[in-house]
Nanobody, 123 residues
């Protein structure tokens, strides 16, 4: 009942920037979002955690992106963003957003995933 819709991927040259967005949309459910994350998966490789932001705003990043990527969230919009600067070819991957959700009025927690958005960094 909750979908995460991603946008912002595309082709960018090395050193360029992209901003990924992920918005949660629910039908017939009231929920709050706890941790939100961005993962990525390059061809032939395992999916890896890129960044995470908790409900209190604390963040953590993979070493490979630290200092270049910034994760943020807007709770009112139920969205998470990933600002990617100084992009490198090795950042090329399908990026997935993920959220830990808590259902309001019910003792239920669940996870949701975005459909993935392709980021290609190439000259």
């Amino acid at each position: 009942q909750v979908q995460l819709v991603e946008s912002g991927g595309g082709l960018v040259q090395p050193g360029g920037s992209l901003r990924l967005s992920c918005a949660a949309s629910g039908t017939g459910i009231a929920y709050r979002i706890n941790d939100m994350r961005w993962y990525r998966q390059a061809p032939g490789k395992e999916r890896e955690l890129v960044a995470v932001i908790s409900s209190d705003g604390s963040t953590n990043y993979a070493d490979s992106v630290k200092g270049r990527f910034t994760i943020s969230r807007d709770n009112a919009k139920k969205s998470v963003y990933l600002q990617m600067d100084s992009l490198k070819p090795e950042d090329t991957a399908v990026y997935y957003c993920n959220a830990d959700l808590r259902r309001i009025y019910a003792a239920t927690s669940f996870a949701a995933w975005g459909q993935g958005t392709l980021v290609t960094v190439s000259s």
